[in-house]
């Protein structure tokens, strides 16, 4: 540079005519520093209540609904850490696609005391049937690390009570079960008010119920309850794929036809029904909390949303599928698929 | 014999292509056939009602559809027992009339060899539902509880309502006295 060169200048900026350039935040005009702030600024901001710094106001790595991917959500987890209550006819915890997952001495039998009253012994037992444990080898095969724990309610004579399923929830709850898979239901109205008051409970402690839709049309407690997460089949064969239903009360669709199952006494067979479909979605929701501990029922359905088939695949931004699109698409997928929504809307028309 | 119920069971039979099936309700702890097709004279066995899909289908209220290995012993218990076969199809849906669930309906065998598909279930649901309204028991005798359920009930209202159970336990010693 010569010495005579006056070197860049810097005219003044004319308001009028220049270009407006976007500002940040707080930037002044003409680059100002900004003035002192008014001395109330210095007071701490009050935060909106039951707010806090914490992991559990977002999720780390996703900056936004899009960025839930099926990746982010399970990628590398295994169910460990997880705790999955089976709410059912007992598991055969010898059987060995369980593989040893079973926690034996921490199950539970619920069953009618003399006084007719529900009484909880602790202790390893059999499955009297052997839907538990296909429920619980659904789930194990998806999440090999979590661990299980059969909590009989379909006792000798497979006498289902509504107050005896009621007692086994409570007492799943009150163990504080990261998942609780809910493969049967009652229709019974008397009971839906308990049923309503449990499944909140369970909600606002952290437990994620994941239930079986009910197929007829009648109602049948608490699948259709918003605290848990109703759950009827499509025609996957993918134990990974499951849907989002836009007509609760059933909310996701997961396999449940033709299923190799687990059964009693070491067999398999093959089954179809709602029932398995709830604990595909059980699997899927432990190997979520294994990954994300701190996630919240609401959290939990909110990533299964987002993580859905149907919304991962949807032509248009994650949210914005309606029914109309959602049932297309389900028939792209599996031929058949709108049999499974009609059956659901069914139910849930009468719901 | 009650027709309504042996119409819906025959329909359900054939729309599914079903080799034989029946009706079962529940009777203390066993189950009694109510209706049957292709199976012989069944109405009225009791068959025992622990284990089974009737009994689980019975007391979950979930349907189900099954292709039992030929090894499990389940498969063939309760009717299916009974009548001597070894199902390699099963399909059992609730029949259920208002909160209630007072049946099963159970299918078995296909005549193309296959399993009961999703349709089926859909299809023996729709079925089942009007076979529980045909199921509803007599409203003069719907209200009256089981000796063992009057007992408990009693137990509770004299924890909770003292006086109510003397007003109660007055009336029944009446009754009682006059035969």
Not at chain 1, 128 to 144: E, K, N, V
Not at chain 2, 101 to 126: A, N, P, Q, S, Y
Not at chain 2, 159 to 168: E, F, K, M
Request: charged share 20%; proline share 9%; aromatic share 6%.
């Amino acid at each position: 540079m010569a010495d005579d060169d006056p070197g860049p200048t810097t005219p003044a900026p004319d308001h009028d005519t220049a270009p407006m350039k976007p500002k940040r935040p707080g930037e002044r005009p003409g680059g100002a520093p900004p003035p002192p702030p008014p001395s109330h600024v210095d007071e701490p901001e009050p935060r909106p209540f039951g707010t806090r710094e914490s992991v559990a106001l977002r999720l780390a790595g996703v900056e936004s609904l899009e960025g839930l991917s099926p990746e982010w959500a399970w990628g590398g987890s295994t169910g460990k850490g997880v705790r999955v209550a089976v709410v059912d006819s007992g598991i055969d915890a010898d059987h060995p696609d369980l593989e040893g997952c079973v926690d034996r001495d921490g199950g539970v039998v619920v069953s009618l005391g003399e006084d007719g009253e529900p009484m909880v012994t602790p202790g390893p037992h059999e499955d009297m049937f052997g839907h538990g444990t296909a429920c619980a080898g659904i789930i194990h095969r998806l999440a090999p690390d979590a661990r299980i724990t059969s909590i009989r309610v379909l006792g000798a004579g497979l006498s289902g009570k509504s107050n005896v399923f009621l007692a086994g929830l409570a007492w799943a709850v009150e163990q504080g079960f990261d998942i609780v898979n809910l493969s049967l239901g009652t229709g019974k109205r008397d009971w839906a008010l308990p049923f309503y008051e449990l499944c909140d409970r369970a909600y606002f402690r952290g437990t994620f119920v994941v239930t079986a839709a009910n197929n007829m049309s009648r109602p049948s407690f608490p699948s259709l309850y918003a605290s848990v997460t109703s759950v009827a089949c499509n025609l996957s064969r993918d134990p990974f794929r499951f849907h989002y239903n836009p007509e609760p009360p059933t909310e996701f669709l997961a396999p449940g036809i033709d299923v190799e199952v687990s059964w009693r006494g070491g067999t398999r067979q093959q089954g179809t029904g709602n029932s398995y479909a709830a604990p595909h979605l059980s699997g899927i929701a432990a190997l979520v909390k294994s990954k994300h501990p701190e996630l919240r029922p609401f959290q939990m359905k909110t990533v299964l949303w987002a993580t859905a088939a149907n919304v991962q695949e949807a032509p248009t931004a994650a949210g914005r599928l309606t029914a109309a699109l959602a049932a297309s698409r389900l028939t792209a997928l599996g031929g058949r698929a709108t049999t499974a929504l009609r059956s659901v809307s069914r139910s849930s028309g009468t719901a | 014999m009650n027709v309504v119920l042996q119409s819906i069971l025959g329909s359900a039979a054939d729309v599914t292509g079903a080799q034989q099936g029946w009706v079962v309700v529940p009777d203390g702890d066993a189950l009694e056939v109510v209706a049957a097709v292709n199976s012989g004279d069944l109405i009225g066995v009791t068959v025992q009602g622990d284990t089974g899909p009737a009994a689980y289908v019975l007391a979950s209220g979930q349907p189900m559809a099954m292709m039992p290995r030929a090894d499990d012993p389940a498969a063939t218990s309760g009717v299916a027992a009974h009548v001597g076969v070894r199902p390699s199809a099963v399909l059992c849906v609730p029949c259920a009339h208002d909160d209630e669930v007072l049946g099963v309906l159970e299918l078995i065998d296909k005549r193309d060899g296959g399993g009961f598909t999703f349709d089926d279930v859909e299809l023996v649901t729709l079925l089942a539902g009007i076979a529980g309204a045909a199921l509803r028991p007599d409203p003069a005798t719907r209200e009256v509880r089981s000796p063992e359920e009057l007992s408990t009930e009693l137990r509770q209202l004299a924890s909770t309502d003292p006086t109510a159970y003397i007003g109660v336990a007055s009336v029944l010693e009446a009754l009682l006295a006059r035969g």
